[in-house]
Every structure is written in structure tokens, then in C-alpha cells.
């Protein structure tokens, strides 16, 4: 399992931005797959966004697609979410995960399956 820490969550207002980043700690970073997940109070988790890292392929979910783009750089490890046109349907925590398998099921599902390790998590609260 890799290391995975995320930072830029916080509180904002509707139709602000906010940008998360996620350090990962794995040595081969552009040979993992990342993604990021969300669980909003009282809902199960989703995943709305993950990139190959090796070629820059991305799926993202159609409750964010256009609002929310993600993004890495492989020098830093690091891959970013940046959230445009935030709601306050997006409230949720928000976490990093690194994915065995780079398919759009895994990728978009509840990240019971397929994750290798997950961040601690963000908080991002919309207000509106």
C-alpha cells in the first residue's frame, strides 16, 4: 500500500472553487492509477473522478463532469481535483484513493472494490 495524503478541502460558498491536492508516497507513481472519491453525510460513497497516470486518460462521473477536472504531475506525485461550480449537493469528504485497475467500474464505483489505498479524506462544505 502507498502513503496518500490530501490537503484543500474547506468551507466555501456556492459557485466558488476550491482545489484538493492528494501527495502519494508510491515510487512508481505514474504506473498507479488515481482516483477520488466522495461520501456525502447519510450517502454511500462514489467515485467521481480518476486518471491513468501513465497516458492521462480520465473518466469522471456526470454529477461533476464538466464542474471538476483532474489532473497529475508526476514530478510532485501529486494528483489535484480541481472543483469549479461547487454546489451544496458536492458536501462531502473527499478522498484520494490509488486504484489496482483503471476501468470506468471501478473508477466511478463505491470504492469497495478495486482500491489499493485510500487517503485520510477532505472536508469540503458548500454553502449556500
Known amino acids: 500500500q502507498v502513503q496518500l495524503v490530501e490537503s484543500g478541502g474547506g468551507l466555501v460558498q456556492a459557485g466558488a472553487s476550491l482545489r484538493l491536492s492528494c501527495v502519494t508516497s508510491?515510487?512508481?507513481?505514474?504506473?498507479?492509477?488515481m482516483g477520488w472519491f466522495r461520501q456525502a453525510p447519510g450517502k454511500e460513497r462514489e467515485g467521481i473522478s480518476c486518471?491513468?497516470?501513465?497516458?492521462?486518460?480520465?473518466y469522471s462521473s456526470n454529477s461533476v463532469k464538466g464542474r471538476f477536472a483532474i489532473s497529475v504531475d508526476n514530478a510532485e506525485n501529486t494528483v489535484y481535483l480541481q472543483m469549479n461550480s461547487l454546489k451544496p449537493g458536492d458536501t462531502a469528504v473527499y478522498y484520494c484513493?490509488?486504484?489496482?485497475?483503471?476501468?470506468?467500474?471501478?473508477?466511478?464505483?463505491?470504492?469497495?472494490?478495486?482500491?489499493?489505498?485510500w487517503g485520510k479524506g477532505a472536508l469540503v462544505t458548500v454553502s449556500s
Open positions: 486518471i491513468n497516470t501513465s497516458d492521462g486518460t480520465t
Open positions: 508510491a515510487p512508481t507513481f505514474n504506473d498507479l492509477p
Open positions: 484513493a490509488a486504484i489496482n485497475y483503471y476501468t470506468e467500474d471501478i473508477c466511478l464505483g463505491d470504492g469497495s472494490l478495486g482500491v489499493d489505498s
